[in-house]
C-alpha cells in the first residue's frame, strides 16, 4: 500500500520536508493521470510565500499527462471548489495548508464541488508512489489559461445570502480574515450585502504578520479586545483559506462553534422545512435540540468523512453538513464555505439578533461541555476502544443510542453525552461531554475518566 | 485667462459634475500637447470606484497625440511620483482624489518626482479651454504597456529607511490604510523592515468601508480605541493615496501633526549636519526650535508651494520640506510621502522612543495651539488683510520676523507666533497661535480676534 | 436629426478627423445610455495603431453610465459578435474600420449575435448628438474586467465545422490573413480540422506591412502569385478584422464572390433540405441556381440590410445570408464570419473538390458578368431611379421579377438580371449584369447603359 | 562524473523521454543552487506546445531556492541573453528546442549575455544527478514577477542597426521566422528600420505548420520559391527561437553560410578597423580572405567553443564571432543574433547591394567547396584522427597551417583548405574541402578521402 499522503483534510507539512516541489509534480501528474490525461483542472493558492513555487511544478504535472490547467491565481477555499463545477472542468486544486503555520503547505482537490473522497486519494497516492503517469504526446500537451473567478462566486454567494436574508441597512461588522485568501472575498461581499464593514488583518499577507492563521480564541486576542471595545455588531474570523469561520460577539467572547452549527443548521432545516443534517461526530447535542425543534434529522458522521456522505447523497436529502468551523450549504454546494458562513451569520444577527450577535446567540442554548486529552501510546490504542465501551454501555445509564464508526459516542435520553476518540496522528485518546446540567457532566465525566484509565491499564497489561 | 481647474493640491472634484470623463480627455490631451506628442507618460489611479472610468479617458487623450503610456495599476501617490523619474517617463499622472469622500475623484501630476508648478498647470487648463491638441499622425499614436512599479519603489524606501535606521526587532506596529491605495504598500514594508505588522482598515475598497478617507482625529475613533485598549507601540495612518500620515500613540491619543513635522525636520537636520527645513506657513513654531538645535534653518511657504520652493532648489538646499500630514524626504525624493514616513516614524519610535511612541513624543515639546475659523465674506477679503497687518504690528510686542506671503504671520522672540489667513474657497479668515505659555496665548488670541474683528467692520464699511 | 455616422457596416472615418477620441468617448457613453445604465458590454478591437487610442476613451463612456465593461483584447470581428450572446452581456462592440486603410478606424455594435439594427443606430447617434447621457452615481459606475474569448470562439467554430464535415488529412493551404486580428485564429483553426497551414502576411502589425487590408485581387498580387507557384489546394484570405474571405484557386486566379456565396448557400440549404437564403442585392442568380435545385428559396436585399432581415426572422427561417465577401450561417450566429467561411471553404475543398479547389468550383458554374460605375450627380440621383426604371421596363423582355428596395434589378426567366443602382457616398450610378451567355449580358448591357444615359439627360433637363 | 546532458548548444531532446517535468525541476533547483539561493532569474520559452508544462516545473525549481524569477514570456533566444545583463538578473535561461522537431524541447543558460560554459553547466550537471539542492526557509522563497522586454530589446537592436546603417526607403523584404519566436520580432523591427516586409510562416504556432523549424534549403522549399517568384530584395529565415539566419537571394537561391558569414565580418572589421574574428572550426576561407583585406584576424575554435572565447575575452578584442547561421555581434552582446542579423543584412542589401541581395553577394567570392560524412564506427573513433593527420601532412603541399583543436584543419597558402572531424553524436566522420579553384578542391578530395579511407581500414587492423 502506497505511504499515505492525506489526512482529514487534503495534505499538509512543512515545505522543506513534505509538501516539496517533487511532491507537487507527482501530484500533478497523478491527478492528470488519474483523469486519463483530458479535459481541464482549475488550480488556485492561498497566499502564503511558497504558494508559486509548488503552483509551477503542480501544473506542470497537470499538463504533461495531457490536461488542460485553469490558472485562477488567489482564492479562497470555497471559490476553488466552487470553480470545479465549472463548465469543462474534471477537477479544481488549492494549494493551501488552511490554518497551518506559514511554513507548511498543502493540497486540497474537489471535483463537482466536494472534496476529494478517499477511493480518489488512494489513486492519487498510488500513483506519487509508483511513478506510473501517463505522459502525452508533444501534440497533446495540455494548455494553460487564466480566469479571474472572483465575481462569479461572489456573485453566486450573494445570491444565494439574499434567497435567505436581505440588505443589511449598514450594521456594522468587524472582519478579521487572517491575512489570507479570503481578504479580497468576504468583506466586499458583506459590504455589497449592505453591513458597514470594518477590517482587521485584511492585507494579505503570506506572512501572517497579524496572528497565527487558525482562527482559535489564543490567536483572536487582539480580535476578541477590539470586538469588546468597539460597537460592531458582530466579529467574524477566518483562516488562510476561509473555510473557516469563527464568531465573536460584541463583548468580545468567542461563540462555541456547537453553537454556530446549531444556528446554520436550524435555519436550514427551517428552509427546507425539515431535512437531514450531517455533522461530525465531535459536535454537541444543541445541534440535535435545535434540529429537531423545526422537524429535521441530525446524522453523525466520523471526522473527515462529511464529503463521503456528500458524495452519496445522490437524492440531496442533507441539507445542510458541518465539521466545527466548517459549515456546508448544500444548496450553494458541497463545499466547506467560511465566506458564505460570514454572510449568514451577519445576515442573522440583522433579522434574529435585531443587530446584537448576544441576542442571537440568546436563541441557541448554552449548555455545560468538557474536551480533554488523555495520554494513549499507540501500541495501546487497538484494544483501547473496545474495553472503553464495554465499561461505558455497563457504567452508563438511560442511553439512547450508540455510535462506534469514529470511537464511541453515548447519547442519552436527557441530551447528555459522552464521546471517547483516540488521536489518528498523537499518542493521545480524546473525552468529550456535553449535557444540560454541571451535575449531569461531572457525573459522566467521573465515568468516562475511570473508563480510560481503566482501560489503557488493561490494554497494558495484555500487550 | 483659462477657467482653474487646478487648487492647491491638483484637481479634486465630483465625477458627475466636474471630473468627468471629458475632462480626464481633456487632461490626457493636453498633457500630451504639453509634452510636443512625444515621450512617455505613467498613470496610476488609487482604489476609487470611478478609477477605471477616469483611466481609460485620459490614457486614451495622453496616446492620441503621440505620447506613449505606461499603466501603473492602483499604487500610491509617492509611487506615482516616484515613477516620474524613471527613464523614459516625462511625467506622471495619478488619478485619486487623496482624502476626499468616494464621490469625488482628481489627477496629480508629476515631473522628476515632484508635483506640477503652477505655470504646468496653466498650460494644462488653457489647452482644456481652447482644445487647441496635438493629434499624431496615425502612425505615431502612442502605445500603451504596462508596468508593475512596485517592488521597485518599496525596494527604494526600504534601502531609504536602512541607511536612516535598522531592522526592528518586532517592535508591534497597526496601520490604518484607509481602505486605500497603500494598503500593498506600507503594511509589506514595515513587516520588511523587522516589525510585527497588525492591520485595520487595510483590505482595499473604493467605498472606503472602513472609515472616510481622510485620518483625523473624527475619523479615526475606531482606531485610536483600538490603539488604546491593545499592544501597539505606535499606530499610523494614511488618507486613500497615501501621501499623509497620522500618528496615535499606545495611550490612543493623536499626535499633533507639528510635532511629526518637527521629528522628521530634526532628524534629517541631524543627518545632514544642518541644512535648510521648508514647511507650509501654518506650522508651529516647535519646528524650529528642534530644526535650530541641530544646527539647521527652517522657511516658511505659501501653503501649496512647497513644489515651486523644491523645483527652484537646484543645489539641493532643502533636506526636508513638509505640509502638515505630508513628509518630503528630499534625500528619496521631491514628493510628500506617507509611506516612507511611516517606516521612518516607525524606526524612530524603536531607536529614540525606546519602542515606545510616548517616549518618543516626549523629545518634542507639546505648546499651547490655537486655531480658529472666522467669517470673513469674500467682498470683505481684499480690504481685511492689510488692516489687520496694520493692527497687529501695532499691537503685538518683541515681533522678530514677520511674512506676507500668504496671510500675516507674526513670530515673537518668545517663540510664539500668530497667523492670519484668509480661505481661498470658503467665506472665511483663519487664525492660527502658537506659544510656549497659555497665557502667551491668550493675550495673543485676543489681540488677533480682535483685529480680524475691526478689518471686518472696518472693511465693510469701507466697501 | 442627427448627424449620421453610421454607414452600410457600422461608422468609419479617419482617426484624425471622424474617428476621434471625442466620438469614442460620446459612443461609449450613448450605449451606456442605451442600455439604461446597466449590463455588461464586451469591447474588442483589430490590431490598428489607433486601437488603444479609442478603447480606452470609448470603455470609459460605457462606464461612466454605470454599465460594467469586458476588454476582449485584439479578436476578430466575428469573435467579437459572438461575445455578444454571452452570458450578462448585453452587446459588444468592435473597434476597427475592417479593410480600409490603416489611417481610418472606426466601430461595429453588435447584440444577441447580429450587427446593431438602424433604430439602434439612431438611438446612438442622438446622443452623440444631443449629449444627453446617463451619468452614474459614484458607488453605480461600471465595472472592467477581461477575459481571454479565443477558445470559446474557436470551440464553438471547431464544433460547426465538424457537424458539417471532418478532419482533412493534411491538405495543403495558404492563409492570407492581412496582418489582422485573425492572424492568431483561422491558422490555428484550420491546423486543428487537420489541415496542414502555411501562412502569407500573418503576423499580426496594425501598420498592414503586407498589403492593404482589403482583400481585392489588385492588393492580392503577391499572394495569388504564391498560389499558382507553390502548391496549395486553396488560399483563403481576410480582411483586417476577419468578416471578409477571399478564395484563391491554387492557379493563383481569385474567385468570384458570387460563386463562393453559392457554394455556401448550396451547402447550407442541402443541410436543411430547403430554406430561405438572404443574400444582398448586387449578387448574381448563380446563388439562385444552385440554392433552388437543392430545393431552397432566395431573397435579395438592400445592401446592409441583411442584419435587419435577421433580427426580424425571429422563427429562424433563413439558414444562410451574405453580402459578397461576408457570409453568415446563421447555425453559427447572425454575424458575417470569414473564419467559419476559411474552415468551411477548405472541409469543401476536401469533401466536394477531391482536395482540388479548382474541382471544387467546376462544381459552381462561371456566367458571364459585368459591373461598371457610371457618373451620375448628386442632384440628378432623385430623378434618375424612376427614368431608368420606365425605360428598362419597357425594353427588357422576359422579366420574371423586378426589385425596387435598392435601385432596380431586373430579373429574366433564362437567369439573366441587370441591377442600376445609385451610391450613397459617390457621385455614381452602378451598373450590374449577369447572364448565362455573352451575347445576352451584351444585349442587356446595351438596354443598361442606354437607359442610364437617357436618364442622366433626362433628369439634368428637368432639374 | 555526472551524466552529461549539455550538448554542443544547451540541453534537447525529446519530452516525452529526456526533456521531461522531473527534469526541468531539477535543473531549476540546480540553477538555484549555483546561484546559492540569491538574486534573480529570467525565464523564457519560445512558441512549442510543451512550453508551459516545462516553464511551471522548472520556475518551481529556482524559487525553491530562494532565487527570484521574472518571467519573461515566448520570446527569441537573443532576447533572453540581452535580458541576462539586466540589473538584479544573474542568469535567464530560454525554454527551447532551437530548429529542432517539435516533440523536442530543451534548455539554455545565460549569463552577462553568453550562455553558459561548460564549468557551469558541469555544475548544474552534478547537481541533478547528486540531487543535493539549496532549499530555501519559507520565509526566503523566490518571487515571480512578470516582466514585458520586447520593446527594450527591439529598441537595444534598432539603435545598433541605427550606428551602422540607416532607414531603409521601402525595400521588400520577405521574412520567414518559422512560425517560432521571432514571428514578434524581426518583422516588426525591419518595418521599423523603414522596410517593407511581407512575411511568411509568421503567425506563432508550436505546431511548426508551416515548416520544419531548421531553416535548411529542403525545408525551405516553399521559400524560395515565392522568393524566385516575387519581387523581394532579400528573404530572410529563422528557426524556431531566432538564433539563426538564413539568407536567400531574389533569385530565390540560398546563400551559403560561409559567404554570409564573411559579410557580417567583413562590416565589423571596417567599422572597428581591424580587429579580431572568432569563427567555428568549419567554416571557410572566404571569411579569411573577407577580413584580412580590411586589415583584421582570423581565428578558428572548435564547434560549440565560442561562448568559452567569449568569455574569456576580457579586453573584448573579439569585434565578431559566428557558427554557421548564427552571427554574434559583440558591440551588442555576446549572443547568437539571427534578428539582428537580419537588420543588419536588410541594410546591407540597401547600402552595398543597391537593393538586390544578388549584387550584394557579387562582393563575397564564392569558390568550389565540398562537405560530406564518411561512416566512421565509435570503436574506430580513438585512433582515426592520428592516423589521418599522418597522411594528411605527408600528402598535402603548401600548408600554412594546421589546426588540431577539433578534428584536424590543414589550410594552405593558396586560400585552400581541408577538414577532417569525428561526429560526437553519430558514427560519422566529416570531411570538408574549400579551395579557389575546381581542381585544387578535386585533388584535395582526392587526397582526403584516401585518407579517410586508409585510416578507418588500419584503425579497424589495429583494433
Not at 497537470?62 to 474534471?90: E, Q, R, W
Not at 482537490?109 to 486519494?121: A, D, H, L, P
Not at 460597537?231 to 483559506?241: E, I, K, N, Q
Amino acid at each position: 500500500m502506497a505511504k499515505r499522503l492525506f489526512g482529514t483534510s487534503g495534505i499538509r507539512g512543512s515545505i522543506a520536508e513534505n509538501v516539496t516541489t517533487d511532491l507537487a509534480l507527482g501530484l500533478g501528474r497523478a491527478l492528470g493521470t488519474y483523469l486519463k490525461g483530458t479535459g481541464g483542472v482549475g488550480v488556485s493558492t492561498d497566499a502564503r510565500t511558497s504558494r508559486e513555487m509548488l503552483r509551477g511544478a503542480f501544473i506542470s504535472g497537470v499538463l504533461s499527462t495531457g490536461v488542460d490547467v485553469v490558472d485562477l491565481g488567489i482564492v479562497p477555499m470555497p471559490t476553488t471548489a466552487f470553480h470545479s463545477v465549472f463548465k469543462g472542468i474534471n477537477a479544481s486544486v488549492i494549494i493551501t495548508a488552511s490554518h497551518n503555520p506559514p511554513a507548511d503547505n498543502g493540497f486540497k482537490f474537489f471535483t463537482r464541488g466536494r472534496e476529494f473522497i478517499r477511493t480518489e486519494e488512494v489513486f492519487l497516492e498510488e500513483r506519487v508512489e509508483d511513478k506510473k503517469f501517463l505522459i502525452a504526446d508533444w501534440s497533446q500537451v495540455g494548455r494553460l489559461s487564466h480566469y479571474d473567478i472572483r465575481d462569479d462566486f461572489l456573485g453566486r454567494v450573494k445570491e444565494f445570502a439574499l434567497e435567505r436574508g436581505s440588505i443589511s441597512s449598514g450594521t456594522r461588522v468587524l472582519v478579521d480574515a487572517a491575512n489570507g485568501a479570503a481578504t479580497n472575498y468576504t468583506p466586499h461581499l458583506l459590504r455589497e450585502l449592505g453591513f458597514s464593514v470594518v477590517t482587521i488583518n485584511s492585507h494579505q499577507d503570506g506572512y501572517f504578520p497579524g496572528r497565527p492563521a487558525e482562527p482559535s480564541p489564543k490567536n483572536l486576542q487582539d480580535t476578541m479586545r477590539i470586538a469588546k471595545e468597539s460597537d460592531f455588531a458582530v466579529t467574524l474570523c477566518h483562516d488562510g483559506d476561509g473555510d473557516r469561520l469563527a464568531v465573536i460577539d460584541e463583548e468580545g467572547r468567542f461563540i462555541d462553534q456547537n453553537r454556530v452549527i446549531a444556528l446554520f443548521a436550524r435555519d436550514e432545516v427551517k428552509r427546507h422545512d425539515g431535512g437531514r443534517v450531517v455533522v461530525s461526530i465531535d459536535t454537541s447535542s444543541v445541534i440535535d435540540e435545535l434540529v429537531k425543534a423545526e422537524g429535521g434529522e441530525v446524522v453523525r458522521a466520523p471526522l473527515g468523512s462529511l464529503q463521503e456522505r456528500l458524495a452519496l447523497d445522490k437524492e440531496g436529502i442533507i441539507i445542510f453538513a458541518s465539521e466545527p468551523w466548517k459549515p456546508i450549504f448544500t444548496d450553494l454546494g458541497g463545499w466547506m464555505d467560511g465566506v458564505a458562513g460570514a454572510a449568514r451569520l451577519s445576515q442573522m444577527v440583522d433579522e434574529i439578533g435585531d443587530e446584537s450577535c448576544i441576542k442571537l446567540m440568546k436563541t441557541v442554548p448554552e449548555y455545560p461541555m468538557l474536551r480533554d486529552n488523555i495520554p494513549c501510546p499507540d501500541e495501546v490504542k487497538p484494544r483501547f476502544l473496545p474495553i472503553v465501551k464495554e465499561i461505558l454501555i455497563q457504567e452508563i445509564t438511560g442511553v439512547e443510542k450508540i455510535l462506534e464508526e469514529d470511537g464511541i459516542r453515548i447519547e442519552r435520553n436527557d441530551g447528555s453525552y459522552l464521546l471517547v476518540r483516540v488521536s489518528g496522528t498523537e499518542p493521545k485518546a480524546r473525552l468529550y461531554i456535553g449535557a444540560k446540567t454541571q451535575e449531569t457532566l461531572d457525573s459522566l465525566e467521573k465515568i468516562g475518566r475511570e473508563a480510560m484509565d481503566r482501560a489503557t491499564e488493561q490494554a497494558l497489561k495484555r500487550s
